[in-house]
């Protein structure tokens, strides 16, 4: 008797593929639910966390400043500047090393069946999204405190949500694929984030970088940063929009995110069939 051998591989066509990601949406859902439900399992505080890491980001970028004798940066108090730079920052730092990792960390999964690879750090995405709603209510306290009303433009916040949100998972397609190979990005991924931290306008305002004090050539090389458009942004729609200066490289920061993203997909969807054999 004949034993007849089915391969189940991913479509050939671009088109073929994306129709088994939708296809496979349950798959997402699921490694989604799960992940939020064991990350603050047998945690004293439970979903409290997420609220801790930027308090504590917050509380540092503060410290700095006073440090400094800086009470405002463009008009406004240290405290608020910091804390509407650090949620997007939590963001896209979590997303971007989360994902990362994520390939390697459902490898038992990837070994075994069939399924369009780009849903595991897609997955993180979610969850990192839910934490992210729940670090909003930090955001909403301090400016209730400080009685700060945003205009119209808070209706451009979900454009600069979406811009962190491309930049962080496009980043980290790229290295969840080459941490599959390459086992040293684990340790490459917290020093990127942690430099990241020092190098986006948290503790210190785009306009500072633009004075002139600079060579122009580190500015537009800190510009290629896509933080730096999201945080600013972040301040033009929640803050006074009178108070943000637009310059020359936060065209460059802005396309940085959405280019991330087509890079990040092309290298991932390029290695995917690699991924099984070598995890």
Do not use: C
């Not at 088109?15 to 399992?41: E, I, M, N, S, T």
């Not at 509380?59 to 009470?71: D, H, P, T, V, Y």
């Amino acid at each position: 008797m004949s034993v007849k051998t089915i391969v189940i591989e991913p479509g050939s066509s671009s088109k073929q593929y994306w129709k088994d990601v939708l296809d496979y949406r349950g798959l997402l859902y699921f490694l989604a639910k799960r992940d939020l439900a064991v990350r603050y399992k047998q945690t004293a505080i439970g979903a409290l966390w997420a609220l801790i890491r930027p308090l504590l980001t917050i509380g540092m970028a503060a410290f700095i400043n006073w440090l400094n004798g800086r009470e405002a940066i463009d008009g406004t108090p240290v405290l608020v500047i910091g804390t509407v730079a650090t949620i997007p920052w939590i963001l896209f730092s979590s997303v971007f090393s989360e994902s990362s990792n994520s390939l390697i960390a459902n490898s038992n999964l990837i070994t075994k069946v069939y399924f369009p690879r780009l849903i595991v750090p897609l997955s993180t995405l979610l969850v990192n999204l839910a934490d992210f709603l729940l670090s909003l209510l930090i955001l909403i306290v301090v400016m209730v405190a400080y009685g700060i009303v945003p205009g119209w433009h808070i209706l451009l916040l979900p454009a600069f949500i979406l811009l962190a949100v491309s930049g962080a998972i496009g980043a980290g397609f790229w290295i969840a694929s080459l941490n599959v190979k390459y086992r040293d990005f684990r340790y490459v991924v917290p020093v990127i984030t942690q430099f990241g931290l020092f190098v986006s306008p948290i503790l210190f305002s785009s306009s500072d970088m633009y004075s002139g004090d600079f060579p122009v050539w580190l500015t537009w090389l800190w510009s290629l940063n896509p933080m730096v458009a999201v945080i600013d942004g972040f301040r033009f729609a929640l803050l006074d929009p009178t108070q943000i200066t637009l310059y020359p490289g936060h065209y460059l920061s802005t396309a940085m995110s959405p280019a991330l993203l087509v890079f990040g997909i092309y290298y991932f969807r390029k290695k995917e069939r690699e991924f099984a054999d070598i995890i």
